[in-house]
């Protein structure tokens, strides 16, 4: 019976942590759906192929408590730390992935945060955005927004 609550307690802590990785809010409220087992892959792959690092452009004091005080977003933590890849924005380090992503637009930036450090990039793949924004957790497949944007795509 003890190994039984062990048992129990270790896959209720396990579901907390998996919960506290990705926060996605629409209009202010959290979303409450589970993100499939790709979801964290499509973001980071959304990093990837970044062409610019536009942190000069992007990044101030204190732009990260406003990012989370936005009412649309999603934002990923990454444990442990990683090195991202980019197209052509160079190599960044990230604890958080963060972007605004909304039902009628897509993010001006991605924002990455490593420790107190706050990074930017853009000019990311329209393909790896929708190929994100079909990820039912996320509810944005059927906008009219991003069935227009999956038209206009080859």
């Known amino acids: 019976m003890k190994s039984f609550f062990a048992l129990m307690l270790v896959v209720l802590s396990g579901a907390a942590v998996a919960n506290g990785q990705i926060q996605i809010v629409r209009d202010g409220a959290a979303v409450e759906a589970e993100p499939g087992k790709t979801f964290t892959a499509h973001v980071v792959s959304l990093v990837e192929s970044c062409d610019v690092d536009t942190t000069q452009w992007a990044v101030h004091d204190g732009?990260?408590?406003?990012?989370l005080e936005s009412p649309d977003f999603?934002?990923?933590?990454l444990v442990p730390r990683r090195t991202i890849h980019t197209d052509g924005a160079g190599d960044i380090a990230a604890d958080e992935i963060f972007l605004r992503l909304g039902v009628n637009s897509t993010p001006g930036h991605i924002y990455l945060k490593a420790g107190d450090r706050v990074s930017a990039c853009a000019k990311y793949s329209p393909k790896a955005l929708l190929t994100l924004a079909q990820e039912p957790a996320l509810n944005l497949a059927t906008a009219r927004f991003w069935v227009d944007l999956?038209?206009?795509l080859p």
């Open 63 to 67: 732009v990260w408590t406003e990012l």
């Open 74 to 77: 999603v934002r990923l933590s």
């Open 150 to 152: 999956a038209k206009a």
